[in-house]
C-alpha cells in the first residue's frame, strides 16, 4: 500500500504540491487527471525519487516503508515503475544489457543470483510478445532512433521484465495512436496480478476505458480537489474542468 | 639533462659496442641535437600540454640491452635485418625533435618486423614488460618495415611486473611500400608510477592503408605522437584513441596527418573518459599541401568528463593549401547525461554502475572501429574491467603474480 500524507515538494524553489494526500491499496488503479502544471508529473518524480525535486514536508510510506528515504534504484528495487512521460535515450547502452543490469540488480537486492544469459533471452523474448516489440528494437540501443510510440511500448516491456508492484504511467498515452493505445493498454492489462496497482496520469478518457480505473482524482494547484468513481473520468471528458474549480471554490492562477 | 649528457659520456662506448653501424652512425648528430635544444618547453608547439622537464627530471637508471631470445616471426634484432631494411632506420623519424635524439643517443637494438609482400595471418604481437626494483628508464626503439602488398597487424603492450617508477620513451618508424596493409595496435595497461614517452613516424606509399589505435587503459604520464606522411596516391589512414583515465593520470595525445598528395583519405577519432582529477589533452593537426586535391579528411575528438575537477584540452587543427578537399574537424566536451542516469537508476541500476555503463557506451565507438575481432572482444572486456577498476593487474600475465 502506498500512503501519501500532506505532501509539500518543490523543483528550483517553487513550490508545486500543496499539502497532497493519496492512498492507494494492493490492486487499486488510480486514475489521476489534472490541468497541465498541476503537478501530476511532480507527484510520479517525487514517487520515483528524481534528485530535481525537493520533498519540503509530508510522508510518502510504501508497505510500511519510509520511501523518501530510499534512493531512486532502492524504489525500483521495493517493486515502484515509473513509465516515464520523455523516455529518454541513451546512446551506446544495448536494450539487452540495460535490462539485463537492472533485472539483475533487482536479483541481487532479493538475494538471488543473476539470471542465467540463456534464461534472460527467453524472458526478453517472452516479454516483447506481450507489447509487440521489434526483435530489432530490443537490439539496438536504449529507446534510440525509436518512434514515439515504440518508446511507450518499450516501456510496458521493461514493466513486463520487472514486474513491479506499483507502476505508475505517466501519460502513456500521449503521442500514441489508436491501435498503440490499445496494445498498450492491452499489455499493462496482460501483467496485472491481483497485487498489482497503479497510478496512471492521463489527459483521456481513452485509456481509462481499457484500464478500468477504481478511483479517479483530480488534482489542481498541487492539492487532490476530488475523487470520485470512474464516471469521474467521462464527466471531465464532457465537460473539462472548470465546474470542478468553480464548484471546489477554486482560484487557479495563470 | 645534464643527468642524460653525463650518462651518455660515460656509457658511450658501451653502447657503441653492443650496438650497430647504422644506429652508430646516428648518435653524434642526436646528441647535437639534444645538447644544443633540451628539453621541449611548453612553448614547443608539439610539447604544449606536457611537462617535460619534470618527467625526465627523476634519476633513472638506464637500461642498456639488447634484445634477446627468440624472436617472432618477421621480427629481428635490427643487425640481422636485411641491409636494406637497416638503412631506413632514422629516416622517417623527426630528428629535430629532442626526445626522439634522445632516443637516438641512447638506443642500444632495434626491434625490426620486416613483412615480406603476403598477409601475415597471425597477429605480431610485442609485449614490452617493465621489471626491476629500481627506477628505470627505457630507450625503446621499432622499425616496422612493410613490403610491397605486404598485410599485419601487430599489437604492442606495455605493461609494468613491479611497482618502480618507469619512464619509457619510445621511437617507432613505420616505412609502408606500395599496396600494403597494416593495423598497428598499442595498448598501455601499466601502473600510475609509469611515465610514456611515443613517437610513431609513418611513411606511407601508393594504394597503402593503415590503422592505427591508441589505447591507453592505465598508465600515469602518456604523451603519444603520431605523424603520418601519406606520399603516395590511393592510400588511407585511420587513426583511433581510446583514453581512460582517472585519479591524477595524465594523458596527452599529439598527431599529425600529412596530405602531401591527390586521393588520399584519413580518419581520425580520439575519445577520452577522464574521471576524478585526470587530465586529457588533444591537439591533433591535417595538413592537405598544395595540389593534393580530392583529398578526404575527418578529424574528431570527443571527450566525456565524469567530475567538476577532471580537464580536458583540446585542438583540433585543419590547414589546408588545396582548393578541392573534403575536410571536417570538430570536437566536444561534454558531461554524464543526468537524465539517462536518473531513467537507469528507476529501473534499479544503482548509480555507480548507470555511471560505468554510460562511460563504456560513449567510449565504444572506438573499439568497434578495430578491424580485428579477436582484439575488439578482449578490450570490451578491458575496458570494462578498467572502468570497474579491476584493471590493477596485467591480465593473464605470470610476472606480476
Same mark, same amino acid.
Given at each position: 500500500?502506498?500512503?501519501?500524507?500532506?505532501?509539500?515538494?518543490?523543483?528550483?524553489?517553487?513550490?508545486?504540491?500543496?499539502?497532497?494526500?493519496?492512498?492507494?491499496?494492493?490492486?487499486?488503479?488510480? %486514475?489521476?487527471?489534472?490541468?497541465?502544471?498541476?503537478?501530476?508529473?511532480?507527484?510520479?518524480?517525487?514517487?520515483?525519487?528524481?534528485? +530535481?525535486?525537493?520533498?519540503?514536508?509530508? *510522508?510518502?510510506?510504501?508497505?510500511?516503508?519510509? $520511501?523518501?528515504? $530510499?534512493?531512486?534504484?532502492?524504489?525500483?528495487?521495493?517493486?515502484?515503475?515509473?513509465?516515464?512521460?520523455?523516455?529518454?535515450?541513451?546512446?551506446?547502452?544495448?536494450?539487452?544489457?540495460?535490462?539485463? !543490469?537492472?533485472?539483475? +540488480?533487482?536479483?541481487?537486492?532479493?538475494?538471488?543470483?543473476?539470471?542465467? %544469459?540463456?534464461?534472460?533471452l527467453?524472458?526478453?523474448?517472452?516479454?516483447?510478445?506481450?507489447?509487440?516489440?521489434?526483435?530489432?528494437?530490443?537490439?539496438?540501443?536504449?529507446n534510440?532512433?525509436?518512434?514515439?510510440?515504440?518508446?511507450?511500448?518499450?516501456?510496458?516491456?521493461?514493466? !513486463?521484465?520487472?514486474?513491479?508492484?506499483l507502476a505508475?504511467?505517466?501519460?502513456?498515452?500521449?503521442g500514441l495512436?489508436?491501435d498503440?493505445?490499445?496494445?498498450?493498454?492491452?499489455?499493462?492489462?496482460?501483467?496485472?496480478?491481483?497485487?498489482?496497482?497503479?497510478?496512471?496520469?492521463?489527459?483521456?478518457?481513452?485509456?481509462?476505458?481499457?484500464?478500468?480505473?477504481?478511483?479517479?482524482?483530480v488534482?489542481?494547484?498541487?492539492?487532490?480537489?476530488?475523487?470520485?468513481?470512474?464516471?469521474?473520468?467521462?464527466?471531465?471528458?464532457?465537460?473539462?474542468?472548470?465546474?470542478?474549480?468553480?464548484?471546489?471554490? $477554486?482560484?487557479?492562477?495563470? | 639533462?645534464?643527468?642524460?649528457?653525463?650518462?651518455?659520456?660515460?656509457?658511450?662506448?658501451?653502447?657503441?659496442?653492443?650496438?650497430?653501424?647504422?644506429m652508430?652512425?646516428?648518435?653524434?648528430?642526436?646528441?647535437?641535437?639534444?645538447?644544443?635544444?633540451?628539453?621541449? *618547453?611548453?612553448?614547443?608547439?608539439?610539447?604544449?600540454?606536457?611537462?617535460?622537464?619534470?618527467?625526465?627530471?627523476?634519476?633513472?637508471?638506464?637500461?642498456?640491452?639488447?634484445?634477446?631470445?627468440? $624472436?617472432?616471426?618477421?621480427?629481428?634484432?635490427?643487425?640481422?635485418?636485411?641491409?636494406?631494411?637497416?638503412?631506413?632506420?632514422?629516416?622517417v623519424?623527426?630528428?629535430?625533435?629532442?626526445?626522439?635524439?634522445?632516443?637516438?643517443?641512447?638506443?642500444?637494438?632495434?626491434?625490426?618486423?620486416?613483412?615480406?609482400?603476403?598477409?601475415?595471418?597471425?597477429?605480431?604481437?610485442?609485449?614490452?614488460?617493465?621489471?626491476?626494483?629500481?627506477?628505470?628508464?627505457?630507450?625503446?626503439?621499432?622499425?616496422?618495415?612493410?613490403?610491397?602488398? !605486404?598485410?599485419?597487424?601487430i599489437?604492442?603492450?606495455?605493461?609494468?611486473?613491479?611497482?618502480?617508477?618507469?619512464?619509457?620513451n619510445?621511437?617507432?618508424?613505420?616505412?609502408?611500400?606500395?599496396?600494403?596493409?597494416?593495423?598497428l595496435?598499442?595498448?598501455?595497461?601499466?601502473?600510475?608510477?609509469?611515465?610514456?614517452?611515443?613517437?610513431?613516424?609513418?611513411?606511407?606509399g601508393?594504394?597503402?592503408?593503415?590503422?592505427?589505435?591508441?589505447?591507453?587503459?592505465?598508465?600515469?604520464?602518456?604523451?603519444?605522437?603520431?605523424?603520418?606522411?601519406?606520399?603516395?596516391?590511393?592510400?588511407?589512414?585511420?587513426?583511433?584513441?581510446?583514453?581512460?583515465?582517472?585519479?591524477?593520470?595524465?594523458v596527452?595525445?599529439?598527431?599529425?596527418?600529412?596530405?602531401?598528395?591527390?586521393?588520399?583519405?584519413?580518419?581520425?577519432?580520439?575519445?577520452?573518459?577522464?574521471?576524478?582529477?585526470?587530465?586529457?589533452?588533444?591537439?591533433?593537426?591535417?595538413?592537405?599541401?598544395?595540389?593534393?586535391?580530392?583529398?578526404?579528411?575527418?578529424?574528431?575528438?570527443?571527450?566525456?568528463?565524469?567530475?567538476?575537477?577532471?580537464?580536458?584540452?583540446?585542438?583540433?587543427?585543419?590547414?589546408?593549401?588545396?582548393?578541392?578537399?573534403?575536410?571536417?574537424?570538430?570536437?566536444?566536451?561534454?558531461?554524464?547525461?543526468? %537524465?539517462?542516469?536518473?531513467?537507469?537508476?528507476?529501473?534499479?541500476?544503482?548509480?555507480?554502475?548507470?555511471?560505468?555503463?554510460?562511460?563504456?557506451?560513449f567510449?565504444?565507438?572506438?573499439?568497434e572501429?578495430?578491424?580485428l575481432?579477436?582484439?575488439?572482444?578482449?578490450l570490451?572486456?578491458?575496458?570494462?574491467?578498467?572502468?570497474?577498476?579491476?584493471?590493477?593487474?596485467?591480465?593473464?600475465?605470470?610476472?606480476?603474480?
Amino acid at each position: 500500500m502506498l500512503k501519501i500524507e500532506n505532501l509539500h515538494a518543490s523543483i528550483g524553489g517553487k513550490e508545486i504540491l500543496k499539502g497532497l494526500d493519496l492512498t492507494v491499496r494492493d490492486g487499486e488503479v488510480h %486514475a489521476l487527471m489534472g490541468l497541465n502544471g498541476a503537478g501530476k508529473s511532480t507527484l510520479s518524480n517525487v514517487i520515483v525519487g528524481h534528485p +530535481a525535486y525537493e520533498v519540503t514536508a509530508g *510522508s510518502i510510506t510504501w508497505n510500511g516503508k519510509d $520511501l523518501l528515504a $530510499l534512493k531512486p534504484e532502492e524504489r525500483a528495487h521495493e517493486g515502484i515503475f515509473l513509465s516515464f512521460q520523455q523516455p529518454v535515450e541513451i546512446p551506446g547502452v544495448s536494450m539487452v544489457n540495460f535490462m539485463r !543490469a537492472a533485472l539483475n +540488480a533487482k536479483r541481487k537486492y532479493e538475494g538471488l543470483d543473476p539470471m542465467p %544469459a540463456g534464461d534472460f533471452l527467453k524472458l526478453m523474448r517472452e516479454k516483447r510478445k506481450i507489447v509487440d516489440l521489434d526483435s530489432r528494437l530490443t537490439s539496438r540501443s536504449v529507446n534510440e532512433g525509436f518512434s514515439g510510440g515504440e518508446k511507450k511500448r518499450n516501456e510496458i516491456f521493461q514493466m !513486463a521484465m520487472l514486474e513491479p508492484k506499483l507502476a505508475i504511467l505517466d501519460e502513456t498515452d500521449s503521442g500514441l495512436d489508436v491501435d498503440a493505445l490499445r496494445i498498450v493498454a492491452e499489455g499493462f492489462n496482460k501483467l496485472r496480478t491481483p497485487q498489482t496497482s497503479a497510478i496512471v496520469i492521463t489527459h483521456y478518457q481513452r485509456l481509462l476505458d481499457y484500464l478500468k480505473p477504481d478511483v479517479v482524482h483530480v488534482l489542481i494547484d498541487g492539492r487532490i480537489v476530488k475523487t470520485a468513481g470512474p464516471e469521474l473520468a467521462e464527466e471531465i471528458e464532457n465537460k473539462g474542468f472548470d465546474w470542478i474549480i468553480k464548484g471546489e471554490g $477554486l482560484e487557479v492562477k495563470g | 639533462m645534464k643527468q642524460y649528457l653525463d650518462f651518455y659520456d660515460e656509457v658511450r662506448d658501451v653502447i657503441a659496442a653492443r650496438s650497430c653501424r647504422e644506429m652508430n652512425d646516428e648518435r653524434e648528430k642526436a646528441l647535437q641535437t639534444f645538447a644544443s635544444q633540451g628539453f621541449p *618547453s611548453k612553448k614547443t608547439e608539439r610539447y604544449r600540454y606536457a611537462d617535460v622537464e619534470a618527467d625526465f627530471a627523476p634519476n633513472y637508471g638506464i637500461q642498456l640491452a639488447q634484445l634477446g631470445g627468440t $624472436l617472432p616471426p618477421h621480427c629481428f634484432r635490427i643487425a640481422e635485418a636485411e641491409p636494406r631494411v637497416r638503412a631506413l632506420y632514422n629516416k622517417v623519424a623527426d630528428t629535430a625533435d629532442s626526445i626522439v635524439a634522445l632516443n637516438t643517443m641512447l638506443s642500444v637494438d632495434t626491434l625490426v618486423v620486416h613483412v615480406p609482400g603476403t598477409r601475415v595471418e597471425h597477429p605480431i604481437q610485442i609485449s614490452n614488460i617493465l621489471k626491476g626494483e629500481q627506477d628505470t628508464m627505457v630507450c625503446r626503439r621499432i622499425l616496422i618495415v612493410m613490403d610491397k602488398l !605486404a598485410e599485419a597487424d601487430i599489437i604492442i603492450t606495455d605493461r609494468a611486473a613491479s611497482q618502480s617508477r618507469f619512464l619509457t620513451n619510445q621511437v617507432i618508424e613505420v616505412v609502408m611500400d606500395e599496396g600494403s596493409h597494416l593495423s598497428l595496435y598499442e595498448v598501455e595497461e601499466t601502473h600510475l608510477l609509469c611515465t610514456r614517452y611515443s613517437s610513431v613516424f609513418v611513411r606511407q606509399g601508393a594504394n597503402c592503408s593503415l590503422h592505427h589505435s591508441s589505447l591507453t587503459l592505465f598508465n600515469g604520464h602518456t604523451r603519444n605522437r603520431i605523424d603520418v606522411q601519406l606520399q603516395g596516391q590511393g592510400s588511407e589512414v585511420t587513426l583511433g584513441g581510446c583514453i581512460i583515465a582517472d585519479k591524477m593520470q595524465h594523458v596527452d595525445n599529439n598527431t599529425l596527418i600529412e596530405h602531401l598528395v591527390p586521393n588520399c583519405l584519413s580518419r581520425e577519432l580520439y575519445k577520452y573518459v577522464l574521471d576524478d582529477s585526470a587530465v586529457g589533452a588533444f591537439a591533433g593537426k591535417v595538413l592537405v599541401h598544395e595540389g593534393a586535391q580530392k583529398t578526404s579528411s575527418q578529424e574528431t575528438n570527443a571527450n566525456l568528463l565524469a567530475t567538476r575537477t577532471a580537464r580536458m584540452y583540446t585542438q583540433p587543427m585543419l590547414e589546408i593549401y588545396a582548393d578541392d578537399v573534403k575536410c571536417s574537424h570538430g570536437s566536444t566536451v561534454g558531461q554524464m547525461d543526468e %537524465a539517462a542516469l536518473f531513467y537507469m537508476r528507476q529501473r534499479g541500476i544503482d548509480e555507480r554502475e548507470a555511471r560505468l555503463l554510460l562511460k563504456a557506451a560513449f567510449i565504444t565507438e572506438v573499439i568497434e572501429n578495430i578491424p580485428l575481432e579477436s582484439l575488439r572482444d578482449r578490450l570490451h572486456v578491458l575496458v570494462d574491467k578498467r572502468l570497474r577498476g579491476e584493471l590493477s593487474k596485467c591480465e593473464g600475465c605470470k610476472l606480476c603474480k
